[in-house]
C-alpha cells in the first residue's frame, strides 16, 4: 500500500514539475515582451542561414487539408524561393481546431512554427495565455505595409500589439438563384439596395403555396446574419455594451420569418440544414452568406451536386440610409507564430510571404479572397471558371467598408455566449426583441464591467 | 504465556501482511497505470480549482474564488440545476427498462441474438443518424409524426420539443432513454447469467408465481448489478454533454440557459475561456455530488451484504 | 389446460409484437444511415426525408477510400482497440478479484477512489494529463492512447460487481484445499466470468472504437490518425458530407456487431448447478 501511494505520489509531484517548469519557461507578460527583442537581434543569423541553404523544417498547424485548394500551392511557392526549407502540414480538424490548438499551445513543449487562426475568440485566448510571439517589431524591421489591409488588423491588435497577420478575408455578400426571379417576373437584386428595398424584394419573390414554397430570403441559424447587419453603418461595434441597434434587423427578419418569407429558424435549427443545401434546394430566392460559398457553389456545380441553383449570382450586402454600399462584415484567417516556435525567423519570413503579395497572388488563383486586395486580385477571382459572368457579381467583390464579424476584445468569446443566448431566444420566439435587447445590454455590460 | 500471544499475533500479522501482499499484486498492474496516468492530473485537476489558470501562465492561488464565482453565473446555477434534473428522470427510467429489456430477451425466444444486437444498436450508431431521425419523429412543424399523435390521439397542442425552452430537457431524457437502454440492458443480461438455475428450481418446488420469483429471487441477485448499473447511470448522466450538444445545440451550436449542463458549462470554461480553474471547480461540484450518491449506495450494498 | 395453452400462445405473441415494434423504433436509425449514405449530401437533411433514394449514390462507397486515407486509419484503430481491450481485460479482472474477494489494508477507500474517479469529466484534466504525456515523449504516439484507454476504473468496477455475485463459498473451498489466490482466480473465477468478460470486451471494443477527442488531441501525424478522425474529416468548415460520413459509418459498424454477436454465446448461465455444488 505504502508503495503504491508513494508511486502514486511521484507521479503527482512529476505532472506538478513538468507543469509549474512550463510555467516559467512561458511566464506571461515579463518574458513575452522579452523575447521578440531577443529574436529581433538574432533575425541577422537565421535569416542569413534561411538563405544560406542550411535546411529548416517548418511545421504549421491548419485544419481541413484534403479539402482547402490554397495550402499546397502557398508551400510551393514558397519553397520554389527557399529551397532549404521544407513544411510540414499538421490538421488538427475544423470542427475543434481552437481546442486542439490550445491544448497543443498550452505549457512549453509545442514544436510548432507557424500557426492558422481560425477566429478571433481564439485569437484572443491564445494571446491571453501568452502562447503568440507579438509580431509588431518584425513588422516595422522588415516595413510591412499594414495599409494593405483595409484596416482589418486594427481591429485584432490586442492592447495596441499585433500578433496576427492575415492571409484570408471573407467578406459577407447577398447571394440570390438567378432562375427565380426570372420565373417570378422580378428584377435582380442590385448593388445598391437599402435594407427596406430589400425587404421589399424577398416578400415580392415569396411563393407561399403549400408544397411549391419560394423563400424570398434565408437566414441561416448564426447570429452573423441578422444581428451584425446594424454594425454596417459604422456607428456601433458588437463589443460596446448596448445592442438597441439591432432591433430593426430583428423585427425585419421576424416579420419575414411570420409570413413565410424565410424558413423557420426552430425547424432550421433542429433539422441541421446547412446553408448550402438550402441553397442548393432551388427554393431559397436570396441568401446573405460570406464569400467562402463562392468556391463551395462552383465545385459543387461543376460536381453535378447542385443542379437547381446553377444560374446564381451574388451582389453587395443592402445597406442601412444614408451609407455608402459596399459596407460589409469580414471574416479574416490569419498566421500567427507560437512563443515556443523553434524557427522563429523562418517561420516570419513564411507568414510574411503567405500574406504578402505573392500569396496574395496564389490565394486568388486557387479562388479565394487574400486579405491584401486590390483590383488585380478582384479580376482574378472573377476571372475564375464558374463565376458568374455579369459585372454586377465581380463589382460585388469590392468593399467600402468591412467589419470583422468579432473585433478583438479580451471578454470576445464571453460576450459572444450572451449574444448567442438571447439570438437563439428571440428567433424562437420565446422572448420579445425589447426583453432580448434588454438582457444582452446588462448582461454584456457586466462582462465589460468586470 | 505473554510470549506465546506476541508470537501469535506476530504470526496474524504476518498473514495478515502476506495476505496484503498478495492483494496488492492483483491490483498492482492496473493500478499502477491508473494511478500515474490518470489519478495523478485527476488530482492535479480537483487541486487547481483553487487557482487562477489558463494552461500556459503560472498558476496562482485564488482561494474559493473559483467557487463564489460559479456559484454566482447563472449558466452555472441553469447548468446545475437542468443536469440534476435530467438524471433525476433519466436514471430511474433507463433502469428499469434496461432491466425489463433484459429479462425478456433472457427468455428462450426465436431471434433472441437479434433482439439484443438490435437494442444495442442506438449506442453505437453515430449520433448524428440517431439525432436525425429523432428529430424527424419530433420536429416542432405541426406535421411531425409526435406532433400528429398529440393533435389527433390526445387533442393537445403540438410541442416545440428540442426549440423550446420548457420542453428541450424532456426532449433530451426521452432520447438519452432510448439510445442508452440498451447498453444497460447488456450489464443486466450479463448478470442474469450469474444467477443459478437451482433457486429458480427450488422456489418452482415451493410454488412460487413468476413475480414471486423476481421479486425473491432476481432482484436480490443482481444486486450488485444494479449497484453498478445505478452508479454508472448516475455518473453518466451527471457527465451527459454530446446529446445535449447534437438536440439542443442543433445546426448553430447554440445552447441556451434551458438545455445547459454542467459538462457542457465546463468544456466552454476550459476551451472557449480557458479558465481551467473554473472549469476544475465545476468540476469539483460534479465530484462530490457523485461521490455522496456512492458513498450512500456504497454503505447500502454493505448492510445488503451483512444482512 | 388448452386455455392455459391458449394463454401461453397469447403472451407469446404479445411479447413478439413487442420485440417487434421495439427492434423497429431502434433499426430507423441504421435504415436512415444507409439512405443517407447513399445520397448526396445536399439530400441528406431536406425534409421529407426520401427512405429509398431514387439515384443511390454507390460511389460514396468508393469515394470514402481514396478521399481520406481510410484503410490506414482504419488499421490503427484495430490495432488500437485489440491493443487496449486485451490490456484493459487482464489488468482489470485481475485487479477486480482482489476488491471482490480479499480483504485487505484500504480496500474500501482504494475503491471509492476508483470509482468517483469515472465521475471527473476528461476535459478537466485535459490539459494537464496532455502535458505530462508530452513531457514524457509520449505526445502523437498511439502508445499514449493505449495508456489513456487501458487502465480504467471502469472495468475494475464492473469485473469487481460480477464477482460479488460468485458465492464466496467457492473461493473459501478452494481456499481449504490449499490452492493460491492466483489459481484461484485463473481456474475458478476466470471460466465462471465468461458473461462479464464478454460485456468488458465489448463496452473497451466499442469505447477505443469509436474514441474522437483523445486521439485527436493525441495523433498529429496523418499516418498516426484513427477512424473516427477520418470520419469528422470530411466535415470541413465550410461543408460536411453527410453522405460520405454515414457510408463510412455503416462500415465501421460492422466490426462492432460482428464482436458482439460473436459474444453472444457467452450470454449463458455462467454458474451452473455443479460448479456451486463442486
Redesign the interface.
Known amino acids: 500500500m505504502r508503495r503504491k501511494l508513494i508511486s502514486s505520489l511521484l507521479a503527482c509531484s512529476m505532472i506538478i514539475a513538468s507543469i509549474t517548469g512550463c510555467g516559467k519557461t512561458t511566464t506571461a507578460e515579463g518574458s513575452s515582451s522579452q523575447e521578440p527583442a531577443g529574436s529581433a537581434a538574432e533575425t541577422g543569423g537565421e535569416a542569413g542561414q534561411a538563405a544560406s541553404g542550411e535546411p529548416v523544417n517548418l511545421k504549421w498547424a491548419l485544419w481541413d487539408i484534403s479539402s482547402t485548394v490554397y495550402y499546397q500551392p502557398l508551400i510551393d511557392a514558397y519553397t520554389a524561393e527557399h529551397p532549404n526549407v521544407s513544411i510540414e502540414m499538421v490538421d488538427l480538424g475544423s470542427t475543434d481546431y481552437s481546442t486542439v490548438l490550445g491544448t497543443q499551445l498550452s505549457g512549453s513543449g509545442s514544436d510548432f512554427d507557424v500557426v492558422t487562426i481560425k477566429d478571433v475568440p481564439g485569437y484572443v485566448t491564445l494571446v491571453n495565455k501568452g502562447a503568440l510571439e507579438p509580431l509588431d517589431d518584425l513588422i516595422s524591421k522588415d516595413g510591412v505595409d499594414l495599409s494593405l489591409y483595409n484596416g482589418v488588423t486594427d481591429q485584432v491588435k490586442i492592447d495596441g500589439k499585433l500578433y496576427e497577420l492575415p492571409f484570408r478575408s471573407d467578406i459577407w455578400v447577398l447571394y440570390y438563384n438567378k432562375d427565380i426571379f426570372d420565373k417570378a417576373g422580378v428584377e435582380y437584386p442590385t448593388n445598391d439596395m437599402t435594407w427596406d428595398q430589400y425587404d421589399a424584394l424577398c416578400r415580392k419573390v415569396t411563393d407561399t403555396t403549400p408544397g411549391s414554397e419560394i423563400y424570398g430570403s434565408h437566414y441561416h441559424t448564426w447570429r452573423s446574419t441578422i444581428q451584425l447587419d446594424g454594425i454596417l453603418d459604422g456607428k456601433n461595434t458588437i463589443v460596446d455594451g448596448n445592442y438597441d441597434f439591432t432591433k430593426p434587423y430583428y423585427d425585419m427578419v421576424l416579420g419575414q420569418q411570420k409570413d413565410g418569407v424565410c424558413m423557420d429558424y426552430a425547424l432550421l435549427k433542429t433539422q441541421g440544414l446547412h446553408y448550402s443545401a438550402a441553397f442548393a434546394n432551388g427554393n431559397v430566392a436570396t441568401m446573405n452568406m460570406g464569400s467562402w460559398f463562392i468556391a463551395t457553389l462552383i465545385q459543387k456545380i461543376k460536381d453535378g451536386e447542385f443542379t437547381d441553383c446553377t444560374n446564381w449570382g451574388m451582389v453587395k450586402y443592402p445597406h442601412a440610409e444614408g451609407v455608402e454600399p459596399g459596407s460589409t462584415l469580414s471574416t479574416i484567417t490569419a498566421l500567427a507564430i507560437p512563443t515556443t516556435a523553434p524557427n522563429k525567423d523562418v517561420a516570419w519570413d513564411f507568414v510574411k510571404f503567405v500574406s504578402g503579395e505573392k500569396g496574395a497572388e496564389v490565394m486568388a488563383q486557387t479562388g479565394n479572397i487574400p486579405a491584401m486586395t486590390n483590383d488585380k486580385i478582384v479580376d482574378i477571382i472573377a476571372q475564375m471558371d464558374g463565376f458568374p459572368q455579369d459585372e454586377n457579381s465581380k463589382e460585388a467583390l469590392v468593399t467600402s467598408h468591412t467589419y470583422l464579424e468579432m473585433p478583438a476584445n479580451d471578454k470576445s468569446s464571453e460576450i459572444e455566449t450572451v449574444l448567442n443566448e438571447q439570438h437563439d431566444l428571440i428567433m424562437n420566439g420565446e422572448v420579445s426583441v425589447d426583453e432580448a435587447i434588454k438582457a444582452m445590454n446588462e448582461g454584456v455590460q457586466a462582462i465589460i464591467g468586470k | 504465556m505473554a510470549e506465546e500471544v506476541y508470537a501469535l499475533d506476530k504470526n496474524m500479522k504476518r498473514r495478515q501482511q502476506k495476505?496484503?501482499l498478495?492483494?496488492?499484486s492483483?491490483?498492482?498492474?492496473?493500478?499502477?497505470?491508473?494511478?500515474?496516468?490518470?489519478?495523478?492530473?485527476?488530482?492535479?485537476?480537483?487541486i487547481?480549482s483553487f487557482m487562477e489558470w489558463?494552461?500556459?501562465?503560472?498558476?496562482k492561488f485564488i482561494g474559493l474564488q473559483n467557487f463564489t464565482e460559479i456559484f454566482s453565473d447563472d449558466?452555472f446555477l441553469a447548468s446545475l440545476k437542468n443536469t440534476i434534473i435530467y438524471s433525476i428522470f433519466t436514471v430511474p427510467f433507463t433502469l428499469v427498462i434496461a432491466l425489463a429489456?433484459a429479462i425478456?430477451l433472457n427468455?428462450k425466444?426465436k431471434g433472441r441474438?437479434?433482439?439484443?444486437?438490435?437494442?444495442?444498436?442506438?449506442?453505437?450508431?453515430?449520433l448524428?443518424?440517431?439525432?436525425?431521425?429523432w428529430?424527424?419523429l419530433f420536429?416542432?412543424?405541426k406535421g411531425g409524426i409526435m406532433n400528429q399523435l398529440l393533435m389527433n390521439v390526445f387533442h393537445v397542442q403540438p410541442l416545440?420539443?428540442?426549440?423550446?425552452?420548457n420542453t428541450v430537457m424532456l426532449t433530451i431524457i426521452l432520447f438519452s432513454v432510448?439510445k442508452n437502454m440498451?447498453?444497460y440492458m447488456?450489464?443486466y443480461?450479463?448478470?442474469l447469467?450469474?444467477?443459478?438455475?437451482?433457486l429458480y428450481e427450488a422456489a418452482a418446488l415451493d410454488g412460487a408465481n413468476s413475480w414471486r420469483k423476481f421479486i425473491h429471487i432476481t432482484v436480490p441477485?443482481l444486486k450488485?448489478?444494479t449497484?453498478?448499473v445505478t452508479?454508472?447511470l448516475t455518473?453518466n448522466c451527471?457527465?451527459v454533454?454530446d446529446i445535449v450538444y447534437m438536440?439542443a445545440g442543433?445546426?448553430?451550436g447554440?445552447v441556451?440557459?434551458s438545455a445547459m449542463v454542467?459538462?457542457y458549462y465546463?468544456?466552454?470554461e476550459?476551451?472557449?475561456?480557458?479558465k481551467?480553474g473554473r472549469?476544475?471547480a465545476s468540476?469539483l461540484v460534479?465530484?462530490a455530488i457523485?461521490?455522496t450518491i456512492?458513498?450512500v449506495q456504497?454503505r447500502g450494498e454493505k448492510n445488503y451484504a451483512n444482512d | 389446460m388448452r386455455s392455459k395453452k391458449n394463454n401461453k400462445v397469447i403472451g407469446s405473441v404479445i411479447v413478439y409484437i413487442i420485440l417487434i415494434f421495439l427492434a423497429l423504433m431502434m433499426l430507423v436509425p441504421f435504415a436512415w444511415m444507409i439512405s443517407a449514405s447513399l445520397k448526396f449530401n445536399k439530400d441528406v437533411f431536406v425534409i421529407p426525408f426520401e427512405w429509398i433514394s431514387k439515384e443511390p449514390r454507390w460511389k460514396n462507397y468508393i469515394d470514402i477510400w481514396t478521399k481520406i486515407p481510410l484503410a490506414k486509419f482504419t488499421l490503427n484503430t484495430v490495432k488500437l482497440t485489440l491493443i487496449v481491450t486485451g490490456l484493459q481485460l487482464l489488468t482489470s479482472s485481475f485487479a477486480a478479484y482482489a476488491f471482490a474477494k480479499l480483504q485487505f489494508k484500504g480496500k474500501n477507500v482504494l475503491f471509492l477512489a476508483y470509482v468517483s474517479t469515472i465521475a471527473v469529466p476528461w476535459q478537466v484534466y485535459m490539459v494537464p494529463q496532455f502535458m505530462f504525456m508530452r513531457k514524457l515523449g509520449l505526445a502523437d504516439t498511439h502508445l499514449a492512447i493505449i495508456i489513456l484507454q487501458a487502465f480504467s476504473a471502469f472495468g475494475v468496477f464492473l469485473m469487481r460487481q460480477f464477482y460479488e455475485g460468485i458465492p464466496d463459498s467457492l473461493c473459501e473451498a478452494a481456499r481449504i484445499d490449499g490452492m493460491s489466490e492466483y489459481k484461484i482466480y485463473s481456474t475458478i473465477m476466470l471460466p465462471l466470468s465468461k458473461p462479464a468478460l464478454s460485456t468488458l470486451i465489448i463496452f473497451t471494443f466499442v469505447n477505443t472504437w469509436n474514441d474522437f477527442l483523445g486521439p485527436l488531441i493525441y495523433l498529429t501525424t496523418e499516418s498516426k490518425k484513427t477512424l473516427q478522425i477520418g470520419l469528422k474529416m470530411f466535415i470541413s468548415q465550410y461543408s460536411a458530407e453527410y453522405g460520405l460520413i454515414m457510408a463510412a459509418s455503416v462500415l465501421s459498424l460492422i466490426p462492432v456487431f460482428v464482436v458482439f454477436l460473436s459474444l453472444q454465446k457467452y450470454f449463458v448461465a455462467g454458474i451452473t448447478t455443479g460448479s456451486v455444488k463442486g
Not at chain 2, 499502477?32 to 490518470?38: E, Q, R, S, V
Not at chain 2, 448524428?128 to 431521425?133: C, N, Q, R
Not at chain 2, 476550459?270 to 480557458?274: G, K, L, Q, V, Y
Open positions: 495476505r496484503n498478495v492483494a496488492y492483483f491490483i498492482a498492474p492496473n493500478f499502477l497505470g491508473f494511478a500515474i496516468f490518470t489519478l495523478g492530473p485527476i488530482i492535479l485537476a480537483l487547481m489558463d494552461g500556459s501562465n503560472t498558476m449558466r429489456l425478456l427468455q425466444i441474438n437479434f433482439f439484443r444486437t438490435v437494442a444495442f444498436f442506438p449506442y453505437v450508431a453515430s448524428v443518424a440517431v439525432a436525425a431521425v428529430n424527424m420536429t416542432p412543424a416545440k420539443w428540442a426549440a423550446a425552452s432510448w440498451g447498453y447488456v450489464i443480461l450479463a448478470g447469467q450469474g444467477i443459478s438455475e437451482d441477485q450488485p448489478t449497484f453498478f452508479i454508472m455518473i451527471f457527465k454533454y438536440l442543433g445546426s448553430n447554440v441556451n440557459k454542467l459538462v465546463i468544456y466552454e476550459a476551451f472557449r475561456n480557458w481551467l472549469a476544475s468540476a460534479l465530484f457523485v461521490l456512492t458513498i456504497f
